[in-house]
C-alpha cells in the first residue's frame, strides 16, 4: 500500500527565511498530490495541489515541486511570518483509487 | 458560504452509548468524506459518498460504525456502541470533484472531538 512520510519533527525557522518541508511517498507514483495547513484545533485547508506532469507550483508566497523520479514534494513557504506556523500535511489518491490519504505532517513553528 | 458544518464540536459519552455525529456539505458539492484523526494514525479516511451514495467504506472500523446521507445536505456517522477506542476527532470534508481529470481540494469541517469514558 501507498506509504507517505513527513518528517515528524517539528521544523523551528526565524522569521524572513524560507521554510522547506518534505514529503516522500513509496511505491507508485500518483497522479497529483495536495498540500494542507491544519491548526491546533481546526480542521485542514487546502493549500495547493500539483499533477504529476508539473514540476512547479507557485501561490503567492508558497511554491511546491514534484519530483516523479525521487517520490518527493518539496512545500516551500518564502519570506516566513510567524502567522505561517502549523502543521502541513501533503496527501495524494491510494494507489488505484480516488481515495486520498494524508501524511502525518509536519510542524512548522516560525519565530520572531 | 458558511463551509462545512459540522456538529457537536465536543462530545463526551459513556461507554457503550450511541453517539451521532452530523454534517452539512458545502452546497454543489458532490462528495462527502469522513475522516478520523488521531496522533498514533493521523488522518484516516473512514467512508465516502458520491451523489449522497456510499462508494467505499473500507475504512469503517468496525460494524458497530454507519454512516448516512439521506440528502445533499446532511450526511451522519453514528457509532453503536461507543467504546474508550474510539476517541478521537471526527472531521467530515466535502469537496466538488476527486477525478483524476478533474481534481478538486478538499474544505473540511472544524471537527468534532468525541472522547468516550
Known amino acids: 500500500s501507498q506509504k507517505i512520510e513527513q518528517n515528524s519533527e517539528a521544523l523551528n525557522i526565524q522569521e524572513g527565511k524560507t521554510a522547506t518541508l518534505t514529503c516522500n511517498y513509496t511505491?507508485?507514483?500518483?497522479?497529483?498530490l495536495q498540500w494542507y495547513r491544519q491548526d491546533p484545533g481546526r480542521g485542514p485547508v487546502f493549500l495547493l495541489l500539483?499533477?504529476?506532469?508539473?514540476k512547479e507550483k507557485r501561490k503567492e508566497r508558497l511554491k511546491v515541486t514534484f519530483d516523479t523520479t525521487l517520490k518527493q514534494s518539496l512545500f516551500h513557504i518564502t519570506a516566513s511570518q510567524p502567522a505561517d506556523s502549523a502543521t502541513y500535511l501533503c496527501?495524494?489518491?491510494?494507489?488505484?483509487?480516488?481515495?486520498?490519504?494524508f501524511g502525518t505532517g509536519t510542524r512548522l513553528q516560525v519565530f520572531p | 458560504d458558511a463551509g462545512v458544518i459540522q456538529s457537536p464540536r465536543h462530545e463526551v459519552t459513556e461507554m457503550g452509548q450511541e453517539v451521532t455525529l452530523r454534517c452539512k456539505p458545502i452546497?454543489?458539492?458532490?462528495?462527502l468524506f469522513w475522516y478520523r484523526q488521531t496522533m498514533m494514525r493521523g488522518l484516516e479516511l473512514l467512508i465516502y459518498?458520491?451523489?449522497?451514495?456510499?462508494?467505499?467504506d473500507s475504512g469503517m472500523p468496525e460494524d458497530r460504525f454507519s454512516a448516512k446521507m439521506p440528502n445533499a445536505s446532511f450526511s451522519t456517522l453514528k457509532i453503536q456502541p461507543s467504546e474508550p477506542r474510539d476517541s478521537a476527532v471526527y472531521f467530515c470534508?466535502?469537496?466538488?470533484?476527486?477525478?483524476?481529470?478533474?481534481?478538486?481540494?478538499?474544505?473540511f469541517g472544524s471537527g468534532t472531538r468525541l472522547t468516550v469514558v
Open positions: 452546497s454543489g458539492h458532490d462528495y
Open positions: 500539483i499533477r504529476e506532469n508539473e
Open positions: 470534508a466535502s469537496s466538488l470533484g476527486i477525478a483524476q481529470t478533474e481534481i478538486y481540494g478538499y474544505t
Open positions: 459518498f458520491n451523489n449522497n451514495v456510499p462508494i467505499d
Open positions: 496527501a495524494l489518491p491510494s494507489y488505484n483509487t480516488d481515495k486520498l490519504i
Open positions: 511505491n507508485y507514483s500518483p497522479a497529483y
